[in-house]
């Protein structure tokens, strides 16, 4: 499966961003879909994920703020954001992988896409 993410860019603390992460090559319905992010000089930091049936898991610095959909037909998995603050800044990554139990783990994906910069201004 080839991912290909958007919809990054720059915006003041408080706004709001939408990701897109649309496949080809392969059926999305058979991958779970992450998101994660990284930041120059830091580990890669998960954000959310979703299984094709819709349950979802997030981390801490996104609860209540960050909302992570798919749509099927679409072939597209989103990441909502709002609220942003300036230490959500970071190139965001979308990922694909067969087990949700490890999800959370950057090293639990199989396929990437390429990044999307998000910077957020204060």
């Known amino acids: 499966v080839q991912l290909q993410a958007s919809g990054g860019g720059l915006v003041q603390a408080g706004g709001s961003l939408r990701l897109s992460c649309a496949a080809s090559g392969s059926d999305l319905r058979g991958y779970i879909m992450g998101w994660h992010r990284q930041t120059p000089g830091r580990p890669s930091e998960f954000v959310a994920a979703?299984?094709?049936?819709?349950?979802?898991n997030y981390a801490d610095s996104g609860k209540g703020r960050f909302t992570i959909s798919r749509d099927n037909a679409k072939n597209t998995v989103y990441l909502q954001m709002h609220s942003l603050r300036p230490e959500d800044t970071a190139v965001y990554y979308c990922?694909?992988?067969?087990?949700?139990?490890?999800?959370?783990?950057?090293?639990?994906?199989?396929?990437w896409g390429q990044g999307t910069q998000v910077t957020v201004s204060s």
């Open positions: 979703i299984t094709s049936g819709g349950d979802t």
């Open positions: 990922a694909a992988t067969y087990d949700f139990a490890i999800a959370t783990l950057v090293d639990g994906y199989a396929y």
